[in-house]
């Protein structure tokens, strides 16, 4: 359970390592996952409570696909926060790659698997153009990202109009292949395990590895905690922030293929404001959205807690414009309690 | 880390910024001039008073929450939850007209102005106090303000006929019989030079620019830094709250969905393309007032042009990052030029 505070804090390390049971005990109640962990608890309790449907084990799996988006735009989300920037454009990505995708196959006529490698390509190209401009321009990552925020999904707009791929008005004959669409509907054979989520799952965990246990990851670390400091040690700073936001993108990317395989259209609306929550998963999850600290179990943990929220006020009713107000708030007030919890512990 | 030299290029560099600067405002009269010449050359009547008139009406929404927006940039802020305020406060006036419409417009305008900085100081208090970082703060209630939207108003529209016609008589009336500068946008401008002058000629208008420049400096020479943060986020929240009701002025209706979705990027765009520096610390009231005046020509010359509506987003996103790429260019031969690097 020590990974995540490998590079990050030497404080806590410090605190870490001496006397026995009680100061591993305290090292433990001060990661900040551990918050996150007990909400999922409570929000399992809640939801428990309030529905009889919502302990329907299938039922939760493959409610999870609904949003799975999320928690792969939130693993690319996870390095850059902890770098220390910021990425609003993910959502948009999406969107383009997705109406990139649609309008290749269907305008064009390039065989689905072309299409597949060329969209993940643009997804790629879209983060490497927001990481040159952060580290090329010297702009800050909020800057860039909002402008192509506005960009890309204007791109995607300008593309396929406000109409979809396959567009309305087609006949019902030309759609996306058969293999291609209905990935939620996959699942591990014998088990109620959705292909969506085992994506999910594997991306997590090998991301997990490359930001907690190889160079790059420590590097995405040492340049959230101290820009300036890395670079003095030989961090080639700009190269891996341009990687990570180009990962980011090939993330969001193959994220807006699994949407378009999900909903079997692609439109340039496609995850509108799902920004909000895949930030709101990432820093759930405990990384400081100053960078410097983070885990990618953290990130994994808040998202279930999310999916299930949104499961539970589904299950209770709730509307989905009702179910904004407890995300923003939600977002608010997990930043809140690690801010107060911070200054108490000091 | 910085040494007399340092300081030395600082203020040197920072009387060219101001040569620049100006230069900056220069360079918006310019672009503005080359995309209303494109317009009329290809469509003669572009300046027609009728477009004249759209391009000011495009004004008063904007500007009017640039400014407050222009302030929390320079205190390297960002507010992206205006919107959202916008459609509350425009969503609960509209319910009260609907609901009583004999009541006062003048009130209702004054209940919008508080609702709106209501929000804000939410926003304000969050950001200075809490220190959660603004762009969570307000991605959080862009969120939140927006479902409040829904909750109040049951998703149902203020139709045309609920709006009082003297509110909707703004838009289209202007002082002294002139029909094509209508009272909104002379409210608008009123407002600009409003806080022209708080900028400019007020201790807390100084101190927003202290902050901007250098937070822990302000600090250490005793300004006030929270509490000008908060004032600067109610302010941005009063003038969204006021645009609310300029919204149901100018269109005639209020939709809970519709209402100042997305017009945070819209306001963040004349902002930054009126040269406020993304960096905090600098910006100027003309520059952002003509940002407002560029971004609805284009949007004038869009529409007149046929250009399709699908368009729109794109445009705003390719201005705002040419606006704030040619910034960083300037900032750049700047910095070349004064150490001589």
């Known amino acids: 359970?020590?990974?995540?505070?490998?590079?990050?804090?030497?404080?806590?390390?410090?605190?870490?390592?001496?006397?026995g049971m009680s100061g591993r005990f305290k090292a433990l109640l001060a990661r900040p996952e551990l918050v996150t962990v007990g909400l999922l608890m409570l929000a399992f309790i809640a939801g428990a409570l309030l529905s009889p449907y919502f302990l329907d084990v299938p039922f939760l799996l493959s409610y999870t696909s609904l949003s799975i988006e999320v928690g792969i735009m939130a693993v690319g989300l996870t390095f850059i926060i902890i770098s220390g920037n910021i990425d609003l454009s993910v959502a948009s990505t999406l969107a383009l790659v997705a109406c990139v995708a649609g309008v290749l196959y269907f305008d064009l006529g390039v065989p689905m698997g072309i299409t597949l490698v060329l969209s993940l390509c643009t997804g790629a190209a879209?983060?490497?153009?927001?990481?040159?401009?952060?580290?090329?321009?010297?702009?800050?990552?909020?800057?860039?990202?909002l402008a192509t925020m506005a960009l890309y999904r204007g791109a995607a707009n300008v593309l396929v109009g406000d109409d979809s791929r396959p567009k309305l008005a087609w006949s019902r004959d030309i759609v996306f292949p058969d293999w291609f669409v209905g990935i939620n509907r996959v699942c591990i054979p014998g088990t109620p395990i959705p292909l969506p989520l085992v994506i999910f799952l594997a991306l997590a965990i090998i991301?997990?590895?490359?930001?907690?246990?190889?160079?790059?990851?420590?590097?995405?670390?040492?340049?959230?905690t101290n820009e300036e400091a890395a670079r003095y040690s030989g961090v080639p700073t700009e190269r891996v922030k341009t990687l990570i936001f180009t990962l980011m993108g090939l993330l969001?990317?193959?994220?807006?293929?699994?949407?378009?395989?999900?909903?079997?259209?692609?439109?340039?609306?496609?995850?509108?404001?799902?920004?909000?929550?895949?930030?709101?998963?990432?820093?759930?999850?405990?990384?400081?959205?100053n960078g410097g600290r983070g885990s990618m179990f953290g990130t994994v943990v808040a998202f279930f807690l999310l999916v299930f929220l949104r499961t539970g006020m589904g299950v209770a009713n709730i509307k989905a414009e009702s179910q904004l107000t407890a995300i923003g708030t939600l977002l608010v007030v997990a930043i809140l309690v690690s801010n107060l919890t911070e200054r108490f512990r000091k | 880390m910085v040494t007399v030299s340092d300081t030395l290029h600082r203020q040197r560099s920072s009387s060219l910024a101001v040569r620049l600067s100006r230069f900056r405002e220069l360079g918006i009269v310019a672009f503005l001039v080359v995309v209303i010449a494109v317009a009329t050359a290809i469509e003669p009547r572009f300046l027609q008073p009728f477009n004249v008139r759209s391009i000011l009406l495009w004004i008063p929404l904007l500007a009017v929450i640039a400014m407050g927006e222009m302030m929390v940039i320079i205190t390297r802020g960002i507010d992206v939850s205006v919107g959202s305020i916008l459609g509350f406060a425009g969503i609960v006036v509209g319910m009260i007209f609907r609901d009583y419409p004999d009541f006062n417009i003048y009130l209702g305008t004054l209940l919008g102005i508080l609702l709106g900085a209501m929000l804000g100081a939410i926003n304000g208090a969050l950001i200075s106090w809490a220190r959660v970082p603004p762009i969570i703060t307000t991605l959080g209630t862009l969120s939140a303000y927006r479902g409040l939207v829904f909750i109040v108003s049951g998703g149902r529209q203020i139709d045309p006929n609920h709006v009082p016609t003297a509110l909707i008589r703004w838009s289209q009336r202007g002082p002294f019989g002139i029909q094509w500068i209508p009272w909104v946008v002379v409210t608008a401008l009123a407002i600009a030079a409003l806080t022209y002058f708080f900028l400019r000629y007020t201790r807390s208008g100084r101190d927003v620019y202290a902050i901007g420049g250098n937070p822990e400096a302000a600090k250490l020479r005793g300004v006030p830094v929270e509490r000008t943060i908060f004032l600067v986020y109610v302010i941005t929240g009063a003038m969204a709250g006021l645009a609310g009701i300029l919204y149901a002025s100018r269109f005639g209706f209020v939709n809970p969905g519709e209402t100042g979705v997305g017009f945070e990027l819209t306001v963040i765009a004349a902002v930054v393309i009126g040269g406020t520096n993304v960096f905090g610390g600098s910006g100027t009231v003309l520059g952002v007032v003509l940002g407002c005046l560029l971004l609805g020509t284009i949007n004038v010359a869009l529409a007149v042009l046929g250009i399709a509506a699908t368009w729109q987003l794109a445009v705003y996103g390719l201005v705002i990052l040419l606006a704030v790429t040619v910034d960083a260019i300037i900032q750049r031969e700047l910095r070349r030029a004064t150490t001589g690097e």
């Open chain 1, 1 to 19: 359970m020590t990974i995540g505070e490998t590079s990050s804090l030497p404080e806590t390390s410090s605190q870490a390592k001496p006397v």
């Open chain 1, 207 to 224: 991301f997990g590895i490359v930001l907690h246990k190889t160079t790059l990851g420590r590097w995405v670390y040492a340049i959230g």
């Open chain 1, 126 to 145: 879209l983060g490497w153009l927001n990481g040159t401009l952060v580290t090329k321009m010297k702009l800050p990552a909020l800057a860039v990202t």
């Open chain 1, 252 to 289: 969001s990317g193959l994220a807006g293929l699994i949407m378009v395989s999900r909903l079997s259209v692609a439109r340039y609306d496609h995850a509108r404001g799902w920004e909000l929550d895949a930030i709101t998963a990432v820093v759930l999850g405990g990384t400081d959205i």
